[in-house]
């Protein structure tokens, strides 16, 4: 299983940006989808996650601006965020726990990490 983060990039304080993490293989079920980030010299922490029938969590410090949603049927997870400051910069992480074959025997992949940076 690959997961294949996109989306990130350059953007000013208050813009936005929305990233997109798309699972490719063959897949049973997939559970709950999340991101993470990582900023430089920091550990990697939750910014969000979702589970397959929409309940959602959120650290405190993207509250009110970021979502997260996904869409079944293409295995994918999203992050729209909106006000963006500088503290947002990090590398992004989508992950998932799949269960590949239906034996409700579930495995946490992690997508490969997109860059977002947020500068005047």
């Known amino acids: 299983v690959q997961l294949q983060a996109s989306g990130g990039g350059l953007v000013q304080p208050g813009g936005s940006l929305r990233l997109s993490c798309a699972a490719s293989?063959?897949?049973?079920?997939?559970?709950?989808m999340g991101w993470y980030r990582q900023a430089p010299g920091k550990q990697r922490g939750l910014v969000a996650s979702?589970?397959?029938?929409?309940?959602?969590n959120y650290a405190d410090s993207v509250k009110g601006r970021f979502t997260i949603s996904r869409d079944n049927a293409k295995n994918t997870v999203y992050l729209q965020m909106n006000s963006l400051k500088p503290e947002d910069t990090a590398v992004y992480y989508c992950?998932?726990?799949?269960?590949?074959?239906?034996?409700?025997?579930?495995?946490?992949?992690w997508g490969q990490g997109t860059q977002v940076t947020v500068s005047s």
């Open positions: 293989a063959s897949i049973f079920r997939i559970a709950v």
């Open positions: 979702i589970t397959q029938g929409g309940g959602s």
């Open positions: 992950n998932a726990d799949i269960d590949r074959s239906g034996t409700d025997s579930y495995t946490v992949y």
